[in-house]
């Protein structure tokens, strides 16, 4: 089955703690993305890769890392969370071409105190 | 900038009803516009997916439109059933591998 895996789902952090959040997809997509969704502002992409090894800051990429060393693997890397990172995460994946068509994980629900 | 605005921010109707939700966009050069589902605390289904070269999509009770020109999609719901209660989301694609949502129109069907 085609899908977007995220890990973990919830996730509950203190202050400072480093975390990765693990984002995998079994399509063969070049273009994978991370966005965070937040009441009252709706989904803001936080970075994106368009291929192995290149990848380049959405509107919000404070606070976050994310590395593409293999092309169905993106994480999300929060070295130092901060309660404002707190949020619903999204990563999502398509081919670079055709329809550009987004396919997204399931979500991971992160709260960090 | 690519700005995405969706009206109503919310909505509720009648079971059975007809209804339209918009989608407006600053930016005419996209490559596409996709509108997605998502229910409470869920993951996004994505509903129908407009190329920049299509007027509109269909699928089954969905019929989703794009005028380019005026920067503008609607997303049409024929007899609208409870089940259908969920927000719903549009997205831009303008290259540059970005995508940018609205932020929804949360619809609530009552039976």
């Known amino acids: 089955e085609a899908q977007v895996t995220q890990n973990p789902r919830y996730l509950i952090t203190v202050t400072g703690k480093k975390l990765t959040v693990t984002c995998s997809q079994n399509?063969?997509?070049?273009?994978m993305s991370w966005y965070r969704q937040d009441p009252g502002l709706g989904l803001r992409q936080i970075y994106y890769?368009?291929?192995?090894?290149?990848?380049d800051k959405g509107d919000v990429p404070e606070g976050y890392k994310v590395s593409r060393k293999e092309k169905r693997n993106f994480p999300l890397i929060l070295e130092s969370p901060s309660p404002n990172q707190t949020s619903l995460y999204f990563c999502?994946?398509?081919?670079?071409?055709?329809?550009?068509?987004?396919?997204f994980g399931p979500g991971t629900r992160l709260t960090v105190t | 900038k690519q700005e995405v605005t969706q009206i109503p921010a919310a909505l509720s109707v009648p079971e059975g009803e007809n209804l339209v939700l918009n989608c407006s966009f600053t930016d005419s050069a996209i490559y596409n516009l996709q509108w997605f589902r998502q229910d409470p605390g869920k993951g996004l289904t994505s509903l129908l997916l407009?190329?920049?070269?299509?007027r509109e999509q269909t699928s089954g009770r969905l019929n989703a439109s794009l005028d380019k020109s005026s920067g503008r999609s609607t997303l049409y719901i024929a007899a609208s059933q409870p089940g259908d209660s969920a927000t719903y989301l549009c997205?831009?694609?303008?290259?540059?591998?970005?995508?940018?949502f609205g932020a929804g129109t949360r619809l609530f069907v009552k039976a």
């Open positions: 997205a831009v694609y303008s290259g540059g591998f970005k995508t940018i």
């Open positions: 399509m063969n997509h070049e273009y």
């Open positions: 999502a994946s398509s081919y670079e071409r055709g329809s550009y068509e987004q396919y």
């Open positions: 890769s368009m291929n192995v090894e290149v990848t």
């Open positions: 407009i190329q920049s070269s299509q």
